[in-house]
């Protein structure tokens, strides 16, 4: 029987070096097995996102934090996939395109001489809400990103899901229509429509000529709020994707809850009651209630997702 998450985190007192690693942000931070963390630095991804920059800044922001707190028992990674978590090798991500077969989990263990766990930004962040989060007391969870990408970290019966290669989750790369926004290698997939860059990418093809071309989700959302037409349409037409999305997973493996990341914690008075209105409708009745809701992480779900899979595979 798999352990719960009271077992889990049940304090050892461990210290735990964690790092975030994305496109767009590196977070670095000795936290602690209860989720606490004790002390953070945060920076822009540095160089595009390339390996050897990113690199360079995690091991001088992780040794910075060595030399103020201590050294690490253990070092938990979450990164965007696809990654082998059994292997801790990153597999040329999406929005990370330069690391190719990079063996991240080796590098970290031999570089600070403890264990290191690397995850799926996904996976990771299920593990964050149903230890410390909005799945805290259940059984059964779905954790979508809803950031710059779509994916999906699964808990059932008290496990992790991970199916062959550890690569289950990978639902941004579902085609949800034949014609759509392009992403995740396929015009009109989930993450196409449902996604930092998909939904920047939808406004401009619902609405040629209309939005500047470095329109970001940030500057959409923004737009949107100002009651503006068309920024809404967009907006509801991703939350209708999402929405069936998260239907065809609620019915799939029949969840607790379904909690959903960036965009959600951002926005999600633009998208939630879009988004549980299809699951409601679309949904087995055997299947609901289903609540649908923001990550209660907020923006520290990156820094805790890291930590929790350092604390889970840990107790493995």
Sequence with gaps: MAAGPGELTRGSGRRILAFDIGATKLAVALGRDNGEIVR???????????????????????????????????IGVSIGGPIDSRR??????????????????????????????????????????????AGVGRTNLIFLTFGSGMGAGLIVDGRL?????????????????????????????????????????????RYPGRWPTDLTAKDLVAIARTGDDASLDVIGESATMLGRGVAYL???????????????VRAGDLFLPRVQEVVDTECLDCNLPCPVVASA????????????????????
Excluded at 164 to 186: N, S
Excluded at 255 to 263: A, H, R
Aim: charged share 15%; net charge negative.
């Design 250 to 264: 609620v019915d799939l493996l029949s969840p607790e809850i379904v909690v959903l990341g960036s965009l959600a």
């Design 161 to 205: 899901l991970y199916g062959r290669g550890t690569r289950a989750g990978e639902v941004g790369h579902w085609r949800m229509a034949d014609r759509g926004p392009f992403a995740y290698g396929k015009a009109g997939s989930f993450e196409s429509f449902a996604s930092g860059i998909g939904l920047a990418r939808l406004a401009h093809e």
């Design 88 to 133: 801790g090798v990153v597999q040329s991500p999406p929005n990370l395109p330069d690391w190719a077969d990079v063996p991240l989990g080796s590098l970290l263990s031999q570089h600070f001489g403890v264990p290191a766990f690397v995850e799926h930004d996904a996976k990771a962040g299920a593990l964050a809400e149903w230890l410390f989060g």
């Design 40 to 74: 953070e630095f945060v920076s822009p991804s540095p160089g595009g996102a390339a390996f050897e920059p990113m690199w360079n800044l995690a091991i001088e922001l992780g040794e910075k934090l060595v030399a103020l707190c201590g050294p690490p028992d253990v």
């Design 297 to 316: 992480l907020g923006e520290q779900i990156g820094t805790i997702a890291a930590l929790s899979s350092a604390i889970y595979h840990a107790a493995l």
